[in-house]
Nanobody, 121 residues
Framework: VQLQASGGGLVQAGDSLRLSCAAS????????AGWFRQVPGKERVFVAA????????LYADSVKGRFTISRDNAKNTVYLQMNNLKPEDTAVYYC???????????????WGQGTQVTVSS
């Protein structure tokens, strides 16, 4: 499964962005998917995840109520809607696919290339 993340950019605090992650595989609907983020010098951390059906989701406490993960299996795409962005959300955002719904990055064997999100104060 090849993943292509897009939608990052430079925004101001309080603005919104929607990230997209397009998968090459027509079987993408059989994978769980997640978003992680990483800042320089720190580990990649969990942001949000969604089950293969889209019926279950998980969020990091830091983004609950502001971010929404969703998917369109007909388009082989996962989205991350980010509202009320804060400077601490600045990071490279990576999408990932795996066999289950999980917050653990080690359980995701497939990764996209990352997209930069920068939030200015």
């Amino acid at each position: 499964v090849q993943l292509q993340a897009s939608g990052g950019g430079l925004v101001q605090a309080g603005d919104s962005l929607r990230l997209s992650c397009a998968a090459s595989s027509r079987t993408f609907g059989t994978y769980g998917a997640g978003w992680f983020r990483q800042v320089p010098g720190k580990e990649r951390v969990f942001v949000a995840a969604i089950a293969m059906s889209g019926g279950s989701t998980l969020y990091a406490d830091s983004v609950k109520g502001r971010f929404t993960i969703s998917r369109d299996n007909a388009k082989n795409t996962v989205y991350l809607q980010m509202n009320n962005l804060k400077p601490e959300d600045t990071a490279v955002y990576y999408c990932a696919a795996g066999v289950t719904l999980s917050t653990t990055k080690g359980l995701y064997p497939y990764w996209g290339q990352g997209t930069q999100v920068t939030v200015s104060s």
